[in-house]
């Protein structure tokens, strides 16, 4: 069983290719997706920009995603703990450190692996360009 984790606010060509990427390392793929509270815990109150059950729901009408489950905490962790995976994959912006929940994964016997990262299309980046472009036509 592999999983991975995150927002997923606004789905992007980096999302698709962690997704597919992770669910190539296993059997099935897990999508752990962020509650709508513990995203504005994380990222602000201006966030999420979607709803939780809408995120959630075009995860799990991708092909490579066999189930999708939301979380309240500000890490996956505790979900983890019970879930057990084989992998857990995070994409490669996490590399600059060690993420939290990569205790619980190993001390179950799992791995953590770094999937690839698409620079220039995270989440918080289109936000920002999208803001800087509504700047320029107003």
């Known amino acids: 069983m592999v999983a991975t984790g995150g927002v997923f606010d606004v789905l992007h060509d980096g999302h698709r290719q962690l997704l597919e990427s992770a669910r190539a390392m296993g059997d099935c793929l897990i999508v752990l997706v962020n509650s709508d509270a513990s995203v504005r815990r994380l990222k602000g109150q201006s966030r999420p920009l979607v709803p939780a059950a809408q995120r959630a729901a075009l995860l799990a009408a991708l092909r490579c995603v066999d189930a999708v489950m939301v979380f309240d905490d500000d890490t996956p962790a505790p979900v983890l703990e019970g879930l057990r ?43 920002e360009r999208a803001a800087d472009r509504r700047a320029v036509l107003s």
């Open 85 to 127: 995976p084989t992998v857990w994959v995070k994409g490669g912006d996490y590399a600059h450190g060690r993420m939290p929940e990569a205790e619980v994964v190993e001390r179950h016997g799992g791995q953590v692996v770094l999937g690839p990262y698409l620079a220039g299309v995270s989440t918080t980046e289109l936000i």
